[in-house]
Nanobody
Framework: QVQLVESGGGLVQPGGSLRLSCAAS????????IGWFRQAPGKNREHIAC???????ILSTPVSGRFTISGNNAKTTIFLQMNSLTPSDTGVYFC??????????????WGRGTQVTVSS
């Protein structure tokens, strides 16, 4: 059974860091692009980062320079390193997998999300 499981969320103070993980179960990320999305309370879901199986990455403007996306060599886990966090980064963070290895493709598999709260 194909599953994505996010972990690493939590409560952090402004200026702090968190590293989120997205672990695949039942498949590997070969041939898939993996995206990170977030949804803040009362707002639409936002696509903030993506990596394909060749290691090419895209980061959205609000997180560029603060977040990095990477993957392990086994292509089973994707990481989102988040630095210099601000309260506007608060939300539920989801990872998702898109067949065809393009970040622009439709996302076929979704995790359940992990909560990130940035507050003093």
């Amino acid at each position: 059974q194909v599953q994505l499981v996010e972990s690493g969320g939590g409560l952090v103070q402004p200026g702090g860091s968190l590293r989120l993980s997205c672990a695949a179960s039942g498949f590997t990320f070969v041939g898939y692009a993996i995206g990170w999305f977030r949804q803040a309370p009362g707002k639409n879901r936002e696509h903030i980062a993506c990596i394909n199986s060749h290691g090419a990455t895209i980061l959205s403007t609000p997180v560029s320079g603060r977040f990095t996306i990477s993957g392990n060599n086994a292509k089973t886990t994707i990481f989102l390193q988040m630095n210099s966090l601000t309260p506007s980064d608060t939300g539920v963070y989801f990872c998702a997998a898109a067949r065809g290895d393009y970040c622009e493709n439709d996302y076929n598999y979704w995790g359940r999300g992990t909560q990130v709260t940035v507050s003093s």
